[in-house]
């Protein structure tokens, strides 16, 4: 193919996205995305029959599979995968051991009309962390085409015939159509003026690296899955690390807790840890032989993280009848015999659904036999590995950060005292049990909106700062305002749905399915 190609590097414009600068190639030389994939594209390109087969793999602009970085350099004047990765360490890679980057990424263009207007789109568009545009900061970025409503096309080298800046449905986003006028934009460098990016981009990765940051970012693809309810999700991420580690920054939105400064010197009680042990497992004691070794040591400490977990367990369950759903306490009670009688009190019915989760039971009524967590442990060692009391979507999170798949870099809770790692858990794990406990409070408001009436597993936001040297405080940082979010769903649901429960009927006693077979099997 030979072209005369019109192009000048003086129209890259800071921050701007590789989707955006081969937008402008397409519109400055008058062609479309197939044409510029054979320009550009690789030998994965060449060997397709025909250019309109290319898929999204080879259109892909994050990881650039079928791009050719030298084709590129010579017709755009740069190394669109360079440029892009650069810009990728740069935004994204402030966040200490980051994975799959790519989901940081909105799947479909995301745009500032104003930016678009000229032709114009920036990296900062794309990627999720923010939702207003870095240099109109009181306009919202849109992801849907402003004439016809429909999700834009896909972040990608577009298919077809389809012209520079346009949408599929023929609209045309650029707002002038004269070519010097728009090319002498492109010759102006665009200024910052969200405040939320500047203090995002003044971050001294160096220092948030001097942490280890523990966080529910990317543990595990799910969380990244985000229902369209939780957009917010990956917004809370600047705002808690600009808040962690830009001093004098105070923002209102985000709950700052920390330790008291010397708690890595606080010395390990090994003979409580031992005691506690062994009162658990006496048999492995009961032959003079056997001595406390480095196995039983280790297996105390998990036993320790074990029972921390059962307690923080019991302490938000107690909280939350106490103090939460005080007026309904004793409608958990009953839950089981108010139900068989068809009446169900929706503020039972969302601690009922909690609990189970969180203990593992699998039907509604053996929860008569869990209204009292058992005295005895189950705990299990696990090949030195960490083991928790509770069940469910957050704690197999949970799981995973104290037993990371890879430890390279990473966090090892073993590393830490007994004092440092319970706090560590205090403060995660309650968040987490309140989290999935607002989750079901959400599923009984409106239960239409979930699928077999089960909540998301979008892991809820929060940083927990620990300081490489182990040395000094830890802190955590949290949203603010979700206890008062939790109590205004409370109060909803008590206005939407009267609580059934009358005290005048004496409920008769619970009967179980196989119970009533029985029964009737003996008539």
Not at 395 to 417: A, Q, R, Y
Request: with cysteine; glycine share 4%.
């Amino acid at each position: 193919m030979n072209y005369q190609i019109t192009w000048s590097t003086n129209w890259i414009q800071e921050y701007e996205s590789p989707w955006g600068i081969l937008e402008k190639f397409k519109w400055a030389n008058a062609v479309d995305g197939n044409t510029v994939l054979a320009l550009i594209g690789n030998e994965n390109v060449k060997q397709l029959k025909s250019i309109s087969n290319a898929g999204s793999r080879h259109r892909n602009l994050i990881y650039f599979s079928s791009i050719d970085s030298k084709k590129t350099k010579k017709i755009i004047g740069l190394d669109l995968k360079v440029y892009h990765d650069n810009l990728v360490k740069k935004l994204l890679h402030i966040i200490p051991n980051l994975k799959h980057e790519g989901n940081y990424f909105h799947s479909s263009l995301s745009y500032c009309p104003s930016c678009l207007s000229i032709g114009y789109h920036s990296i900062l568009h794309q990627i999720k962390l923010f939702d207003h545009c870095a240099f109109h900061p009181n306009q919202k970025l849109n992801d849907r085409c402003v004439k016809c409503n429909q999700l834009m096309p896909e972040y990608l080298i577009n298919k077809g015939n389809q012209e520079a800046f346009r949408c599929t449905c023929g609209y045309d986003f650029l707002d002038s159509e004269n070519i010097r006028l728009i090319f002498s934009s492109w010759q102006k460098q665009p200024k910052i003026q969200n405040k939320i990016i500047k203090s995002w981009l003044k971050l001294s990765r160096n220092k948030i690296h001097e942490y280890y940051l523990v966080y529910p970012f990317d543990n595990y693809k799910k969380i990244l899955e985000v229902d369209k309810s939780d957009k917010d999700y990956l917004r809370h991420i600047p705002k808690l690390i600009i808040n962690a580690f830009n001093k004098g920054t105070v923002n209102r939105e985000v709950i700052k807790i920390s330790s008291r400064s010397d708690i890595f010197n606080i010395r390990n009680d090994d003979q409580q840890l031992k005691e506690n042990y062994k009162e658990i497992f006496p048999h492995l004691f009961s032959f003079s032989s056997y001595k406390f070794n480095e196995k039983h040591r280790l297996d105390s400490i998990y036993f320790a993280v074990y029972k921390q977990t059962r307690i923080i367990y019991k302490a938000i369950t107690r909280y939350i009848l106490r103090r939460v759903i005080k007026e309904h306490s004793k409608c958990v009670k009953i839950f089981n015999k108010a139900r068989q009688n068809g009446d169900v009190c929706p503020h039972a019915f969302a601690f009922v659904l909690w609990k189970m989760e969180c203990e593992g039971i699998d039907a509604l009524w053996k929860i008569e036999n869990h209204n009292k967590l058992s005295e005895t442990y189950e705990f299990i060692c696990l090949n030195e590995r960490f083991s928790i009391f509770l069940n469910g979507a957050f704690m197999t999170h949970l799981v995973e950060i104290l037993n990371p798949i890879s430890s390279k870099d990473g966090f090892n809770f073993m590393d830490c005292n007994i004092s440092s790692l319970k706090y560590i858990l205090d403060k995660i794990l309650s968040h987490l049990l309140i989290e999935r406990y607002i989750k079901w409070l959400e599923v009984v408001q409106n239960p239409d909106k979930y699928k077999h009436t089960y909540p998301d597993d979008c892991i809820p936001m929060y940083i927990c700062k620990i300081p490489q040297k182990l040395s000094g405080e830890i802190s955590f940082y949290i949203p603010e305002n979700r206890i008062d979010y939790m109590k205004n769903i409370i109060q909803d649901i008590g206005d939407e749905f009267s609580c059934p429960f009358n005290w005048r009927v004496k409920y008769p006693p619970y009967k179980s399915p196989i119970r009533i077979a029985m029964d009737k099997m003996s008539y």
